[in-house]
Each structure stands twice: as structure tokens, then as C-alpha cells.
């Protein structure tokens, strides 16, 4: 394939930043170029009569021939042809380009017609002073070199401004490939940028020289040149581009350019590449802006934005949703024209480190399908950054080439980014919060964490106080904070903040806010604790004696009722919960109630119940005469107290004192002129006076009686006999005898 001067001249006429991707395939038709531009031209002067590139697709279907005729009736120039995407690169009058685009999209043949744009290369050479790679370790590739040892090949194209392949640290590493511009081998590159990315990918390891290849085995570039010497090239060389590398072998196409214009033409020739198995990686752009750029916004693109030595988004790196993945991108060292040295900052310096990447992972696993290795990719990546900033996060060599997932990943594109295979995924770092009542506890669950970070939850009130904890962990974290007496009810926020390893500033104060580089929030709703109050029914009047008794109450809560007494002279409260009072003396007894509350309950009011205890009646026997017979027997006789008892067995002066007014009485007879009463302690009552009875029955006198017994003497006579009293007293006198007898 060739391409002459005037045609070179003819595409930058426009110098937008575009790029298409094509395969080698498309190479034949592309032979002809030069006479077609040269039929094209003879019409008239090309600076007379400028053109402006454009791109025209075809349906399918549609004959070549009547594709020709349909460039040829609308007035556009046939200047060169992808056949399998029935694509042209036409050049349209400048001076009639809207009718003569107009005309092209009316004709019911032609799929797309679209302007043929350039793109510029994503990388600026740095100092040549940095002897270090400090990337490599940073990626992981340290771990792997010596450990993972690739069992196949696979083979990057570059589509760049060429490579030189003369370069003795890429002696052996680079394939013949092409010039899509000039037809050549692409062994030889005018601008250096293609070298810059050759070496970064797979510059010779372990060779004694120069610098280490992210791919350090088994891999090799293939030099597929689509950009001038200026670094620009136009979509319809891309396009061939990458057509050429995904018919020609390639496992991995590298695309260091970028513009924000989207080319449904581009799309296709992915679209093509990727349905062969290619892995496509392209970088952002190097503008700082979260715009979209193609083809890194391509669907089936791995987008790469570039980050410095502290893992943070470089200041000069574009981030958005056409971000699939991040690399270093500072100063990465590589090779550079004329067997010498440079570093490179850029989003072309990360691409290359990715597509380095995903051609090792192709070389020690040759049965992955492009889909599995961009899998792998995204989900053995290390969180850093934001999702915004660096999609699954930043490239993890070690662990990507060691990874044995089977997981297939289409990269999405813009708009919508993603898909969110690794670190980030589709609720990648995730905080929620559950109150529990009961013990007045928020607790929290964090996931989607990595170990890599440091993370910080602080729980936010409606009002006061912020508290926060700190720690690092991998996968998901729980927390939590039990809430003091008193506590905010409402909603509250959790919040978990994300730092990175480096700026370890977290702290369970809630300094080092500056330095997070992630935010996830949710909330929780809690509730205040309830009123409760307490039912208590009246208690009825007790004695001293009564045996123990219980009571009863209910709080509204349903919580169990304690009670007490505030009178523990007169009763106690004892058993479950208090609520066996036992009467200690008479006198006033205080019941209390209470119900302390808990997590969900405030305390209730406390209730209390006031009962009296009426003094007991002590059992008094007063006994008349205990100091003899109630008998008549001369002797003088009083009342006096037997006993005195109490209701629990108290006796004597515990009890209380009787008082006995009496009169001391000798002769038989019946006195109710005696009494007592009594006097009780506290919890005896007083008897009042009562009468005694007193009784002392007559006594028998002893009589002898003896009858007479004789001969009748003419005498009277009668009986005879003697009474004698208990106190030997004479009582004959009081005698009678009866009648005497003569």
C-alpha cells in the first residue's frame, strides 16, 4: 500500500483529533490509492480546489460498483476503501461540501456519511534524568517477573507514528508490520512517539541495557503506522489500522490518541477487531477534562487514564466515563529515536502500560478470550482514586496475570462507563445502617472495601456531635456506635470516607478530610424512646400480724413493675420484683411502683400507694384470786394477770401493761367492784377498763352431830353436836338440833 504526497497534503485540511480502527484485510483495495487521488486531482489544482476528507459507508449489500457510482454521481472523490466495512475515504469540494453531503446521505445505499477527522498523540517526552522505574513496582510487576513465567506469545500492534525497530533494547521484540500512510514495514519512526510506547510495553528484560518492558516475556510489538510524522492521523487510517492488526495477528491493539468527536466509522472497525478477539486499549487524553474522548469511549475500548507515584489522578489526565482502568502515567521511562532514552507523562504512557498488561495476561494464559482478560483487568485492579477518576482502578500486573477468572467483560464505552468489574463495582464502596432500639445501638455495615485504603465512618447526628472511627480492611467491614442517655433522635448520616495508602490521614477525631479521595453516604432513622406509665390500684388497710401479702401494677410498655417501700419501719418490699410487702409495725406504709425503662421506653412516673396499718389487739387474761382457793378460806384474796400475748408471740412488756384496780376481799361473797385495763406498745392497741368479777363461795362447816340414846328417865332429851368452821372457829352455837325428847 502507498499513498503520494498530494494525498497526504489533501487529509489535514481539517485538523480535528480523531481516530478510526481498521484491519489488514483492507490493505488491496488500499494499493490504488495513489491513482485514484492522482484521477482525482487532474480535474483541477488541489490548492485551488481544496477538499475536505470525509468518510462514507455503505449498506450492506450494496456492489462496489454502485458504490463508486454513488461517490462519482454525488460529486466526492473516491480516495481510498475498506471493503469488508464497505468504507471510503471520500473527498468532498470544499466549496459545495454540504450539498455534496447531503446528496450522499439521501442516497437510500449509504449508511453513514461523517467527517474524516485526525487525533493527536497522547504523550509529551520528559527529562531524560529518571534512572528508576518507579511504575513497575507500583503495578505489581515486581511480584510477578521471575514468578509468573508465560507458557504461549501474543503480539501488540502499535497503531502509532511507527517504531524503530533499530533501538537495541527492542532487538528481538518487535514484528514487521505496516505503514497504512506509505505502505512500508513500520520498522522506522519520524516522530518517536510509537518508539516511547514500544518500549514501555516491551523494551528487553534482563538484557543488561536500557530499561525493563511492562510485558517482560512473550511478548512482541507490531509496528501498525497511522500517524504522521506530526503525530496526527485521520480516522480512515486508523480505521485500516486496526483492521490490519486484528487480520494480522494481533492479540492487543494500542491506541495512544484521543478526540472528543465520536465516529460511528471508528465504532465499526472496533467493533470488528473486537469480534475477532482482539483486546483494544486507548488512552483518554491528556487534557484534564471528564469530556469523553474515542476511541477510548469506544464500546469494546479499555479506556486508560494515567495516575502519578502517589496513586492519585494525574493533574493532566482526562477521567470520566470513557475510564475503564488507570496506569502510572509520570514520567515512565522508555526508549526513545536513535538507540537512546527518554520519560514520557501522558495517558499514552498508562495505555501502553495496559496493553502491556493484557498481552502478558494473553501470553501465560493463551485460552482467554479478550473478554476474560479484560475481566481480569478490571477486577484484580487496586482502588485508587474515584470511579470518575479511574474506573475499576489502577492496574494490578500480579495480580491480572495471575488471576483465573472466567468472568467475561465488555468495556461499555461512554456514556455510560464502566462495566464496574473491580474495586468499583456497580455499589462498589458501600456504607448502610441498621438502629436497633433495645440497645440503643447504630450499627453499620461497609462493603465493597479494599485493601489498599483506609477508610473512616463517621456517624453524623441531626444535631451535635460527630463521632467517627477508623480502619483498614479488605472486602466489608461492620461497625458500630451504641448511643449515651440522652442521645439525638432523627436521621443520621453515615459516612464513609476513603483514603488512599498513602495518605493514611484518618483518624477517629476526623481529621485528614483533605486528603479522602471517596465518599459514600447513608442514613438511618433514630427513634426516640416512649413514654410509659404505670396502672397501680389502691391497697386496702392492713393490722400488725397480717401475713405477707402481694401487690400488682402494669406499665404500659408491657415491661415488668418493680416496687419498693419508702417506709421500711412499717413494711418491706421483697421477692420478684418487690412485690411481697411484709407489715413490720403498725403505723403508714409507702408502696412505690417504678418502671425503669430501656432502649425503647423512658422511665415511668413513678406511682405510689399509701395503706395503713391499724395497731394489733393483744389477748389479755386477767384471773381473779390466783393466790388461793376462790373458797372461802379465811384468807384474803385480789385479781391478778395470768398472761399477755401478742399477735406474733410477743409476751410481757413487748405487748404492752396491764393495769388491775382491785380490793382485797376475805368473806364469801360476789364483788364487781374490781377492773383492768390495758396499756399497748405501738402496735398493740389499748383495752380499756373492765370490770372483774370476783367470787368466793362459802365454805362447809365441819358438823358432828351425835343422837341420844338411853332409857327413858322422864328427862327431856334431844340430840347433840358441834359445827366447826375452816378456821376451827365454834359454829355449834348456829347449830340445830331439833326437837328434844322426854
Not at 588 to 596: E, P
Amino acid at each position: 500500500m502507498s499513498r503520494t504526497n498530494a494525498s497526504r497534503r489533501i487529509w489535514p485540511v481539517l485538523a480535528f483529533s480523531r481516530a478510526l480502527i481498521l484491519g489488514a484485510a483492507l490493505l488491496a483495495p488500499m494499493a490504488a490509492l495513489g491513482s485514484q487521488l492522482a484521477s482525482a486531482t487532474s480535474m483541477g489544482d488541489p490548492a485551488v480546489v481544496p477538499t475536505v476528507p470525509y468518510i462514507v459507508t455503505f449498506v450492506a449489500g450494496t456492489s462496489s460498483a454502485a458504490q463508486a457510482a454513488s461517490l462519482a454521481s454525488a460529486g466526492a472523490i473516491d480516495v481510498d476503501s475498506i471493503p469488508v466495512l464497505r468504507m471510503h475515504a471520500a473527498a468532498l469540494p470544499a466549496d459545495s461540501v454540504d450539498a455534496v453531503a447531503t446528496a450522499l446521505r439521501a442516497d437510500p445505499t449509504v449508511l453513514r456519511v461523517e467527517a474524516d477527522t485526525s487525533r493527536a498523540a497522547e504523550a509529551t517526552p520528559n527529562d531524560a534524568g529518571y534512572a528508576t522505574q518507579w511504575s513497575l513496582p507500583q503495578i505489581g510487576w515486581d511480584q510477578a517477573y521471575g514468578a509468573v513465567a508465560p507458557s504461549g506469545s501474543s503480539t501488540v500492534a502499535i497503531l502509532d507514528t511507527g517504531i524503530d525497530a533499530s533501538h537495541p533494547d527492542l532487538a528481538g521484540q518487535v514484528v514487521s508490520g505496516t505503514s497504512i500512510l506509505d505502505g512500508s514495514n513500520g520498522l522506522t519512526d519520524p516522530n518517536g512517539h510509537g518508539t516511547w510506547m514500544a518500549g514501555i510495553v516491551a523494551a528487553a528484560t534482563d538484557n543488561g541495557e536500557g530499561i525493563a518492558g511492562v510485558a517482560y516475556s512473550g511478548v512482541q510489538v507490531m509496528p501498525v503506522t497511522v500517524l504522521g510524522a506530526d503525530g496526527t492521523g485521520l480516522d480512515s487510517d486508523i480505521i485500516e489500522g486496526v483492521v490490519y492488526a486484528a487480520d494480522h495477528g494481533a492479540n492487543v491493539i494500542l491506541m495512544a490518541f484521543s478526540n472528543p468527536g465520536y465516529s460511528a466509522s471508528l465504532q465499526a472497525a472496533i467493533d470488528y477487531a473486537w469480534s475477532n478477539g482482539v483486546v483494544l486499549v486507548a488512552a483518554t487524553g491528556n487534557d484534564g477534562s471528564s469530556t469523553p474522548t474515542y476511541p477510548a469511549g469506544d464500546r469494546g475500548v479499555v479506556g486508560v487514564s494515567a495516575t502519578d507515584s502517589s496513586d492519585a489522578l494525574w493533574a493532566g489526565s482526562n477521567y470520566g466515563t470513557d475510564t475503564f482502568i488507570a496506569a502510572p502515567g509520570v514520567s515512565i521511562d522508555s526508549t526513545d529515536l536513535a538507540g537512546g532514552y527518554t520519560s514520557v507523562t501522558g495517558t499514552s504512557a498508562a495505555a501502553a502500560e495496559v496493553a502491556a498488561a493484557a498481552a502478558l495476561a494473553k501470553a501465560v494464559d493463551p485460552s482467554a478470550s479478550n473478554g476474560v482478560i479484560v475481566g481480569r483487568l478490571g477486577s484484580s485492579a487496586d482502588a485508587v482514586g474515584t470511579a470518575d477518576q479511574t474506573g475499576n482502578g489502577r492496574l494490578n500486573l500480579a495480580r491480572a496475570i495471575s488471576s483465573t477468572s472466567t468472568t467475561s467483560v465488555v468495556p461499555v464505552g461512554a456514556p455510560g462507563g464502566g462495566p464496574f468489574v473491580g474495586p468499583y463495582v456497580a455499589a462498589a464502596e458501600a456504607v448502610s445502617a441498621t438502629w436497633t432500639q433495645s440497645t440503643l445501638t447504630i450499627a453499620v455495615s461497609a462493603t465493597g472495601l479494599v485493601n489498599n485504603k483506609t477508610y473512616q465512618i463517621s456517624y453524623v447526628p441531626p444535631s451535635g456531635t460527630t463521632f467517627h472511627s477508623c480502619f483498614t480492611n479488605v472486602g466489608s467491614a461492620s461497625d458500630s456506635l451504641i448511643l449515651a442517655s440522652g442521645y439525638v433522635a432523627g436521621t443520621w448520616t453515615v459516612r464513609l470516607d476513603a483514603y488512599n495508602n498513602n495518605n493514611l490521614s484518618c483518624t477517629n477525631s476526623g481529621s485528614g478530610q483533605s486528603s479522602r479521595n471517596g465518599t459514600t453516604t447513608g442514613t438511618v432513622t433514630v427513634t426516640a424512646k416512649q413514654a410509659q406509665t404505670i396502672t397501680f390500684a389502691a391497697l386496702g388497710g392492713k393490722t400488725y400480724g397480717d401475713a405477707p401479702f402481694t401487690v400488682s401494677a402494669t406499665a404500659s410498655s408491657g415491661l415488668p413493675v418493680t416496687f419498693s417501700t419508702s417506709t421500711t419501719s412499717v413494711c418491706t418490699a421483697g421477692g420478684a420484683n418487690g412485690a411481697t410487702i411484709t407489715i413490720i409495725a403498725a403505723g403508714i406504709c409507702t408502696v412505690n411502683a417504678n418502671q425503669a425503662g430501656n432502649a425503647s421506653y423512658n422511665a415511668a412516673p413513678q406511682v405510689q400507694r399509701i395503706f395503713t396499718v391499724a395497731k394489733a389487739t393483744a389477748v389479755v387474761v386477767v384471773t381473779p384470786y390466783t393466790n388461793a382457793s376462790t373458797t372461802y378460806n379465811g384468807l384474803p384474796h385480789a385479781a391478778a394477770v395470768t398472761s399477755m400475748t401478742g399477735v406474733n408471740g410477743e409476751t410481757g412488756a413487748t405487748v404492752g401493761t396491764v393495769d388491775v384496780s382491785n380490793t382485797t376481799h376475805t368473806n364469801a361473797g360476789t364483788y364487781a367492784t374490781d377492773s383492768w385495763s390495758f396499756t399497748g406498745t405501738a402496735n398493740y392497741a389499748n383495752i380499756a377498763a373492765t370490770t372483774i368479777t370476783d367470787s368466793i363461795t362459802k365454805a362447809d362447816a365441819v358438823i358432828s352431830v351425835t343422837g341420844y340414846t338411853g332409857v327413858y328417865d322422864g328427862a327431856a332429851h334431844g340430840a347433840t353436836g358441834t359445827a366447826t368452821g375452816v378456821l376451827s372457829e365454834d359454829l355449834s352455837a348456829d347449830l340445830d338440833l331439833g326437837t328434844s325428847f322426854t
